[in-house]
C-alpha cells in the first residue's frame, strides 16, 4: 500500500500543537527584547488591563485574572513603589481605592510594545523574501479567522 494518510482532525491537532509552539517562541522572543524595568508579567498584565480597562480595584483584577487577592496585591505594591500605578479614592464609595496606570506605566508599555514590534518587523524584513511576506500576511487572514 501507498502513503499513509492522516485523518483531518489529525492534521488540524498536528497544526494546532505546531502554532502553539511557535506562537509562544515568538511572543517569548518578543519579551525578551522588551525594556523590563524589573517589571514581572503579572505587573505587565495588570498595566495592560488598566491601560486598556481604565481603573479597577485589587479586588476586580484578582477576579478578571484569576489569580489570588494577594498576589494582585504584591504586584500593584511593586507597580505603586515604581509609580507605575496610583491608588485613587473611588468616586462611587470613598473607602474602597482604584487603581490607575500613571503617564511612566503607559511610556513603560509604549517602550515594550515598540521594542518587540521593531524586533519583528526586522525578522520579517531580513529573513522572509517579498514572496514569503505575501504569503505571511496571507497566513494572518486564516489566524484572524481563529479568533472568532
Do not use: F
Amino acid at each position: 500500500m501507498g502513503g499513509h494518510t492522516a485523518r483531518p482532525a489529525e492534521d488540524a491537532s498536528a497544526i494546532a500543537d505546531e502554532l502553539q509552539t511557535v506562537v509562544g517562541a515568538l511572543v517569548r522572543q518578543i519579551r525578551a527584547v522588551s525594556p523590563g524595568r524589573e517589571v514581572t508579567l503579572s505587573q505587565v498584565s495588570i498595566l495592560k488591563r488598566l491601560d486598556r480597562e481604565g481603573a479597577h480595584t485589587v479586588a476586580d483584577l484578582a477576579r478578571l485574572d484569576k489569580i489570588t487577592h494577594q498576589s494582585v496585591t504584591v504586584s500593584v505594591a511593586g507597580l505603586v513603589d515604581r509609580r507605575l500605578l496610583r491608588r485613587v479614592p473611588d468616586p462611587h464609595d470613598r473607602r474602597r481605592k482604584l487603581l490607575v496606570i500613571t503617564d511612566e506605566g503607559k511610556r513603560l508599555l509604549t517602550e515594550r510594545r515598540d521594542a518587540g514590534h521593531e524586533n519583528l518587523t526586522d525578522a520579517i524584513a531580513d529573513r522572509l523574501t517579498a514572496a514569503e511576506r505575501r504569503r505571511l500576511s496571507e497566513t494572518l487572514v486564516l489566524l484572524r479567522r481563529l479568533l472568532d
